[in-house]
Structure formats: C-alpha cells, structure tokens
C-alpha cells in the first residue's frame, strides 16, 4: 500500500484535512500523538531520556514530567536534538506496528506529523503532503486554540521549518484557505492515490 505523509506549520488545519481522509476510509497515523504514549510506554525510550536528562524526566507514577523536559530543552538546540535523537526512531517503531496492523487491502495509508521533513520521516513515504495556510490565519487559530499570545506562537513557529523549505521537499499542496474548499482538495488527492495505488497492483 501506499505510504503518504502529511504535515503542515502549526495552525495551519492539518488535523482537519486528516479527519476528511478518515471519513473517505483512510487509516491515519498521527505521529505526534504517538509520540506522546510511546514517551510513557516504550521501556527503550523512557530509559533513554532518564539516562540523558534525569530521573526527573518522570513521575515516581511512570508519567512524562512534562514542564521538566520542557524547561530543559525548549530555548536548548543542543538538548532538543539529543530528545529528538531518541523520540524519532521509537515513534518510527511505533508506526512499524501500527502499519503491520493494516489491512493489505487497504490502498493508501496518512502518517501525520508535524515534523515529517525536520525528522526524516518523509524518506520513509511514497509521497507528502503539505497543508499550508495563510500567516495571519495560522496564529490566530492558534492563539484562539491554545490560549497563548502571539509571541509564543511565534517562538514555537520558529521551531518548524517555515512553509517555503517545505515547500521544496512536498509532492502534493492543500491550501486552507477561504477561497477553496478543503473537502474538494481532499477528494481530488484521494482519487489520485486511489488511481496509483491501482496501477501499482
């Protein structure tokens, strides 16, 4: 089956696009929200971030010290690659299993990550996704989403690569945007991977 990645800034409705595919019948596998399970659950990776960050990194409950983690490597390059370093491939083994999980007759699969291309990920799909929005657009979702005030927003889009680097390296474009529906955008890619996965049989 195929293998399509989907990512998209922050704010910019890509969780949206996702639930469209699923109506359509698509599995989808959301990377970030894996990760967040994954980070209490796989003995590999909670031993890892123990050993490189503390014993602190976890509650004396087994649960992720959030606030923790996050003080020590949100302003910290150097800190978060080494966090990225152990996340990354955990959640790769977790999508492994998930997937071997599917249904062979199933034509195409969605794995949506926000760090598709920061990560790697995309190499591992037969083709991504970019779901784009406007800026302005984008941060005051967000800021109405999460209740958190336009500098913060920003700090955490500068963590992302912006639109244009993902740009170069996505095969198909969604753009949210008010002048063009997103369902139509949707069911046009549908049927293309539906026609591709078909000539591939």
């Not at 503390?54 to 490597?73: F, P, Q, R, T, W």
């Not at 406007?134 to 500068?158: A, S, Y």
Request: hydrophobic share 40%; net charge neutral.
């Amino acid at each position: 089956m195929l293998k399509i990645g989907i990512t998209g800034g922050i704010g910019s409705g890509k969780t949206t696009v996702c639930k469209i595919f699923e109506t359509l019948g698509i599995p989808v596998f959301y990377a970030d929200t894996s990760a967040k399970e994954i980070m209490v659950t796989d003995v590999d990776l909670v031993n890892g971030i123990k050993n490189t960050f503390g014993e602190d990194s976890y509650g004396i409950d087994g649960i992720l010290n959030n606030k923790y983690l996050a003080d020590l490597v949100f302003n910290n390059p150097v800190e978060l690659e080494k966090l990225n370093a152990l996340v990354h491939p955990a959640v790769f083994r977790g999508f492994d299993r998930w997937l071997s999980n599917i249904s062979a007759n199933v034509p195409y699969i969605l794995k949506e990550a926000a760090l598709l291309f920061e990560s790697g990920s995309y190499k591992n799909c037969d083709y991504s996704i970019l779901v784009t929005a406007p800026f302005q657009t984008k941060l005051n979702r967000v800021m109405k989403r999460d209740g958190v005030n336009e500098e913060q927003v920003r700090i955490r889009m500068d963590k992302q690569l912006n639109d244009e680097e993902k740009a170069k390296l996505a095969n198909f474009f969604i753009r949210n945007e008010e002048t063009q529906s997103i369902v139509l955008q949707v069911y046009d890619l549908h049927k293309q991977y539906l026609k591709i996965s078909n000539d591939l049989k």
